[in-house]
């Protein structure tokens, strides 16, 4: 397989372990094993104290997988698969899916693993755009126009990454009946659902929505607990299950054994860490909300649905990367660029579900105030 470089992963790479300050990340502050244990109750407490380290369930814990299905209106346990991460989940996924003369629509920007393993696969991929100009909204005659014969999957990614989009719920039963007239899978990358600011406005699942709907879950965003490398799918079609655990032994084979324990802890407590996570995400979105009333000259702002991130715009007659290198020098602040995505325009990435995002964004602010000068 030939595959092109991740483009986020080797941005990162460059600056991870050199800067204090990181208003680009999606994830949500990540807790601490001692304020993640203080949350178990006394059965995960037992499978933590009395853990073996040893090699796991190929499939993932059998509790762990019930704990998984309970997320959904109708998945059985054994319709979940665990995964080192939601990017082994993404890689397995679309590599035994799809194949050479396959053609995959994918919602765009995206996570690059969504398309470029399509890519890597053999299939043809079209990139349906989102745009900032109609709110990052799902266009839905675009999609239909999109729709090949060839056509095997549907790509989306509801919360949206990077820009924090979120369909209505008339907008998503046209999204299903539009694969189901293709006949299509239709791939769910729902890594930020559960962090909606309005709780009316979650979507149900791809895997309760459609009969092949297939939902993607991790860890990693609204949990807070990246570093477990927990991920899951959630699907109804028991062959295509099948592929996908061939496959996984070629890959991770199984999972980590603390990973599962604590990602069932996680989930088990998950109103608690859902509760925290909604929280630090409200505080810090008030801010943002301030700063880009404040600088609305200098930036365009979509006001996130859902989610830790968003996509503003850098309107100044200044490339975004050479704008994210002179405050990475001046201020030690890391914001990440809408090229990662290879989305053309001045766009980019900033996260807010971090506790330091008040000193991250005072930085930001003094960067700009130095710009004026």
Not at 294 to 312: H, K, L, M, Y
Not at 344 to 358: H, K, Q, S, V
Request: contains cysteine; proline residues 5%.
């Amino acid at each position: 397989m030939r595959i092109s470089p991740f483009l986020i992963g080797r941005y990162f790479a460059r600056w991870e372990q050199n800067l204090p300050y990181f208003l680009s990340t999606a994830d949500v502050e990540n807790y601490c094993l001692n304020e993640l244990l203080a949350l178990a109750d006394e059965e995960c407490l037992a499978l933590w104290q009395h853990l073996s380290l040893g090699y796991t369930t190929t499939t993932g814990h059998p509790v762990l997988r019930t704990e998984i299905a309970s997320l959904y209106q109708n998945v059985e346990p054994d319709e979940v698969l665990t995964f080192a991460g939601g990017e082994e989940a993404i890689f397995v996924l679309l590599s035994v899916l799809l194949a050479a003369g396959d053609h995959a629509v994918v919602v765009w920007p995206a996570y690059q693993s969504l398309y470029e393993v399509a890519r890597a696969a053999g299939a043809h991929v079209t990139l349906l755009p989102l745009h900032a100009e109609a709110g990052w909204s799902l266009d839905l005659q675009a999609l239909r126009k999109a729709i090949r014969p060839a056509t095997k999957v549907i790509v989306v990614n509801f919360p949206h990454t990077p820009t924090g989009a979120l369909p209505d719920h008339e907008t998503f039963a046209a999204l299903c009946e539009i694969a189901r007239e293709a006949g299509a899978y239709l791939f769910s990358d729902e890594s930020f659902r559960f962090l909606e600011f309005d709780p009316e406005g979650r979507l149900p699942a791809a895997v309760d929505g459609y009969e092949r709907g297939i939902s993607l879950g991790a860890m990693s965003k609204a949990f807070g607990l990246a570093g477990l490398r927990v991920g899951w799918l959630a699907l109804h079609d028991r062959d295509l299950l099948g592929r996908l655990l061939m496959l996984k032994d070629y890959t991770s084979v199984s999972n980590s054994a603390p990973g599962e324990i604590l990602a069932l802890i996680g989930l088990r407590a998950r109103e608690a860490v859902l509760a925290r996570s909604l929280r630090l995400i409200r505080r810090n979105l008030e801010l943002l909300d301030r700063f880009f009333a404040t600088w609305s000259t200098e930036f365009t702002w979509v006001r996130p649905r859902a989610g830790s991130i968003g996509f503003p715009r850098l309107c100044r007659d200044l490339e975004i990367e050479q704008f994210i290198s002179a405050l990475v020098e001046q201020q030690g602040v890391l914001l990440l660029p809408g090229s990662v995505y290879e989305y053309p325009g001045n766009y980019f990435r900033i996260g807010f579900g971090r506790a330091d995002l008040p000193e991250s964004l005072a930085r930001l602010e003094q960067f700009m105030a130095t710009l004026q000068q």
